[in-house]
């Protein structure tokens, strides 16, 4: 998936998770959107995933194959370049690289965004440094009571106004100086939100979504995600205090809430803070909290499982279905080609049917070059000629053999490798019925002898090669047309 392709799919991935927000937020476990988010982390930052007949780029797929197969005959291809020039146009391409004024803006975009953050992150870190560990009894004991395999320090700074916590391998939860270590309940209420933030590694998802804003920048929905992601962090932070000190404490850790938001300061990004935007809908997401139900986490279990298989899955092919080839196809092998009858796509095989790749007529001049020259001279041809005259079924071999069309052991070892293939295609497409009727042309280049075979609808259409005629071939090659 190239970069375009990873951002389309993970903005409407964002839309979908936005929308069931909206309308879930109060009724489902925090912790079920973030893993939403997680995933749509994955689509806007994996060049790959996985496929899906359920994901909606399968439904949109066969709706933009089946429109053009009603409007028209045949689908409407690119022009098609013989396989010596595509080459050479790649060497020269690879030769002489340069960037598009798009790509340079997007990577001047990315790397002013990334070295915002660290400017940022790095003055608030040597803020910190300035600060002084906490002493009080209480913090102590709270310390020893809440044990990491990471070491795990509380600190106390007079330049922050709310507590928050920093750093990964060696987290620090900071409060202000002011803090009112007296009132141990609030205090509990605040270190255990932090601490839960050290526990999850909400540190690490942060960076990963700062990383996710710096590549997708000028995507809007992906700054909407960066915002509602951190929110659903400190919501899930503050359902788990909830569920750990009872759900009957809601209105005392929410009032808790309420006089830090009174003291918050200035927001530093890649950090958590036990107060952040949207208070609002904070407490009223606190004051709302349930005991977990096995319903509700059927629930939540579903949706992300239905959301994550409609919006961030690929679309999906048949099992055997294999990219194709890096590299153009050469050697002496049997190339067939058949229209499916369900989504009018064309498909191809090249190794007796053992797997088969989807295919357009720029795509078979690209990998399956055949002579390279002359109007009937490319595999390309033979795919527009399937799509323009309705051919379902093509086969096409190549031999260094002058005589190979007629030695016998060629021609039968041939017939019995194409009635291998025709089995093969109609297990994958039972309503497949390739018509007995077929006319054959036999071309040659220099000491290669090129066959194709065509299953036509009826034996009367016309399935000769362009041109109709060896003048329209250069006077290296040469054709016969026959119908057996």
Request: charged letters at 20%; glycine letters at 6%; a negative charge.
């Amino acid at each position: 998936m190239s970069l375009l392709q990873m951002n389309a799919a993970g903005a409407i991935m964002i839309l979908a998770i936005t929308v069931i927000r909206a309308l879930a937020l109060e009724r489902l476990p925090k912790c079920t959107f973030l893993v939403l988010w997680g995933v749509a982390l994955a689509r806007l930052l994996l060049p790959f995933s996985l496929p899906s007949p359920l994901s909606v780029y399968t439904l949109l797929g066969a709706q933009a194959v089946d429109a053009p197969s009603q409007a028209a005959p045949g689908l409407q291809l690119l022009p098609l370049v013989p396989a010596g020039q595509a080459a050479a146009g790649a060497e020269a391409a690879s030769a002489s690289p340069s960037l598009s004024p798009w790509a340079m803006v997007w990577a001047a975009g990315t790397v002013l965004l990334a070295l915002a953050l660290t400017v940022i992150y790095w003055r608030c870190r040597r803020e910190f440094r300035a600060s002084l560990p906490v002493e009080a009894p209480f913090a102590v004991r709270w310390l020893a009571g809440h044990r990491l395999r990471r070491s795990l320090a509380i600190r106390q700074c007079d330049r922050i106004s709310t507590p928050l916590t920093y750093g990964l391998l060696r987290p620090v939860i900071l409060v202000p100086k002011s803090a009112d270590w007296s009132d141990e309940e609030a205090m509990s209420y605040v270190l255990t939100h932090e601490y839960v933030h050290v526990r999850r590694l909400d540190g690490a998802a942060k960076l990963v979504l700062a990383a996710a804003l710096c590549l997708h920048w000028w995507n809007p929905l992906v700054w909407v995600m960066y915002v509602l992601a951190n929110r659903d962090l400190e919501l899930s932070c503050d359902e788990a205090v909830v569920r750990e000190f009872g759900v009957e404490t809601r209105a005392v850790y929410a009032r808790t809430l309420i006089r830090m938001e009174e003291n918050r300061s200035h927001r530093i990004p890649l950090v958590s803070h036990f107060s952040k935007n949207a208070t609002e809908e904070r407490i009223r997401a606190i004051m709302k909290i349930r005991r977990t139900t096995v319903l509700t986490l059927v629930l939540a279990c579903l949706l992300v499982l239905g959301t994550g298989t409609v919006f961030a899955t690929s679309p999906w092919t048949e099992d055997d279905l294999v990219p194709l080839p890096t590299e153009p196809v050469t050697g002496e092998y049997l190339f067939a080609a058949y229209v499916d009858p369900d989504d009018g796509g064309i498909y191809c095989t090249w190794d007796d049917g053992e797997t088969f790749s989807q295919v357009t007529a720029a795509d078979a001049e690209l990998f399956f070059p055949a002579c390279g020259v002359g109007v009937w001279g490319t595999y390309g041809d033979v795919i527009d000629t399937i799509q323009r005259q309705g051919c379902p079924l093509v086969f096409t071999y190549g031999s260094t053999n002058p005589d190979a069309t007629s030695d016998p052991e060629f021609t039968t070892a041939m017939a019995l490798r194409q009635n291998a293939i025709r089995e093969k295609i109609m297990e994958r497409e039972p309503g497949f019925v390739p018509d007995p009727a077929v006319t054959q042309f036999e071309m040659r280049d220099g000491d290669t002898t090129y066959l194709v075979i065509m299953s036509a609808p009826d034996s009367e259409a016309d399935t000769s090669p362009v041109g109709n005629s060896p003048d329209a071939f250069p006077p290296e090659i040469t054709w016969s047309s026959s119908t057996p």
